[in-house]
């Protein structure tokens, strides 16, 4: 039993309130919402790809310059031992006039020497190696003091040495390292 009439009261208060026809709420600011938001979204996925590219870049030039820093690394440590190899520094030794020291001797814990100490001696110079002449500087423009004109030697050619005896090279003072 319900009847259709008129609502009285309280219900009468509240039909009011609603709207009694087709909803006529304005969709407009709703859609500018949702636009607004999908933009801003956008442009802070293009922000973040933007930001991310370039870390990329950064991070390849990086890499680049560690490479780069090996690869000198690896060049220096090359060098270091090229110096110390054996060979490398038995040369510099003799360039420096050093010999190669004679047979050791050795001493027990007792005090007892084992072996024959000997001296260390310069070798025979070999007659048939001879140094490499070291070249002759002078101001530009101006010959040595023994090339004068038509004397037949050339400008810049080192003094001869008699026949039989080798040319004394002089060698750079030996420095503290600090080791």
């Not at 020291?101 to 007892?112: C, E, I, R, V, Y």
């Amino acid at each position: 039993m319900t009847t259709k009439g008129p609502l009285k009261g309280r219900a009468a208060r509240l039909g009011r309130l609603m709207p009694s026809g087709p909803s006529t709420a304005a969709r407009t600011p709703f859609v500018l919402l949702v636009v607004v938001l999908l933009g801003g979204g956008l442009i802070t996925l293009l922000l973040l790809n933007s930001a991310l590219n370039q870390g990329s870049f950064k991070l390849r030039d990086l890499k680049n310059r560690t490479t780069e820093l090996t690869d000198e690394e690896q060049a220096l440590q090359r060098d270091v031992d090229d110096y110390s190899a054996p060979d490398a520094l038995e040369r510099r030794a003799r360039e420096l006039g050093m010999v190669p020291g004679g047979s050791p001797a050795f001493l027990d814990p007792d005090g007892k020497v084992l072996g024959e100490p000997s001296k260390a001696s310069a070798p025979k110079p070999d007659r048939t190696v001879r140094p490499a002449p070291l070249p002759v500087s002078t101001p530009t423009g101006s010959a040595p003091p023994s090339a004068e004109p038509g004397s037949g030697t050339s400008q810049g050619a080192a003094p001869a040495t008699p026949p039989g005896t080798t040319a004394k090279t002089t060698a750079p003072a030996p420095t503290n390292s600090g080791r």
